[in-house]
């Protein structure tokens, strides 16, 4: 059976089909996300979730009351579980089951990204793979200060340096994605 994948009103981009797809093939268990806001990429992994059966784990520092309210409303609070804590302490403290995607969309910072991943990495199954949203490709051109410093990728250049056995490709695009993988 060919299962269609849902279209949405709000403005969602190419990436949505790789967030949606990528825990299928993958056959996840488990795909933790930090940073809820708006919710929209939780909306999409809820979505894949449904047909994929796994877990989605969203943390963040900051409740958003109206959004976990609008996911509830679609009915697809079935396999999410959000947790308001900092990502970064809640990986240094993580003990459920491993983590099969980690999708980083909190602070872009370079410390805070490059601390995430180190955190995050003991609790990462051996098929696991990474995305870092935010990772312009341009960022001089970028009016915000925390972006014009290009953290994002600074940070997975040095994770990729400590740790020889991950690769990375950074996904040409407007607002920039990063994939990491075990080579």
């Known amino acids: 059976m060919i299962v269609d994948i849902p279209r949405y009103p709000e403005n969602y981009d190419e990436f949505y089909y790789l967030l949606f797809t990528l825990p299928l093939i993958i056959k996840a268990k488990a795909v933790l996300e930090t940073g809820l806001h708006r919710g929209n ?31 509830r409303e679609l009915g697809l609070t079935k396999n999410w579980i959000f947790i308001m804590m900092d990502s970064i302490q809640l990986g240094k403290e993580w003990i459920n089951e491993p983590i099969d995607l980690l999708y980083l969309d909190s602070h872009h910072t370079y410390q805070h990204v490059y601390a995430e991943l180190t955190a995050w990495l003991p609790n990462l199954s051996d098929k696991a793979v990474i995305l870092v949203h935010d990772t312009y490709p341009s960022p ?42 075990r080579k």
Do not use: Q
């Open 140 to 181: 001089e051109r970028l009016t915000h200060e925390m972006y014009k410093t290009g953290g994002p990728v600074r940070a997975i250049e040095r994770f990729i340096k400590e740790n020889p056995e991950w690769a990375a490709i950074n996904l040409a695009h407007p607002e920039g994605m990063a994939l990491l993988w």
């Open 41 to 71: 990429s939780t909306r999409i992994f809820l979505e894949s979730a449904k047909i994929g059966g796994f877990k989605v784990y969203t943390c963040d520092i900051k409740d958003y009351p109206e959004t976990r309210k609008r996911l």
